[in-house]
């Protein structure tokens, strides 16, 4: 059923799904952050494609999840998520409703709950992000019913 679905996918029967290809999927085009997740699944062959939807599986670990929503997060992919990601991110999500001073407040209070007290640091590492989770469920939000074909 995958490797169908992938195959529609790919227009130009290329081995590969493009961005562009992607954002044709109606449930993922109505999704604000959805050029950030194109830009994920880029020019994925097939393994690639079943290896990032894995993602979304009730079956996926918590951990496999919070790689993908720190993934999501972390967007000049530098493996930390700065200040200037948390606030493109904030700013794809709310658009022009919020005011600079509420987008900024907004990063500022992320970065004080998510990196550690005693810590210099400036950004979040996938470690800290993790420690943050650490006993929230968030299988829930990531697991997607995969509809028929």
Excluded at 23 to 38: D, G
Excluded at 110 to 135: L, R, T
Excluded at 139 to 149: M, S, T
Aim: net charge negative.
């Amino acid at each position: 059923m995958l490797y169908k679905r992938f195959r529609e996918l790919d227009k130009g029967h290329k081995g590969y799904i493009s961005s562009d290809e992607l954002l044709n999927v109606p449930e993922l085009s109505l999704n604000p952050l959805a050029k950030r997740m194109a830009h994920l699944f880029e020019n994925v062959n097939f393994n690639d494609f079943v290896a990032t939807l894995a993602n979304f599986s009730d079956r996926s670990t918590q951990d496999e999840k919070l790689r993908f929503m720190f993934a999501m997060h972390d967007t000049d992919g530098d493996n930390y998520i700065s200040k200037e990601d948390l606030d493109h991110t904030v700013r794809t999500l709310c658009g022009s409703n919020l005011t600079e001073a509420e987008v900024a407040s907004i990063v500022k209070k992320v970065m004080m709950e998510v990196v550690p007290k005693n810590s210099s640091k400036d950004v979040i590492s996938f470690e800290d992000f993790q420690s943050f989770f650490c006993g929230m469920n968030v299988d829930p939000k990531l697991n997607v019913k995969v509809p028929e074909f």
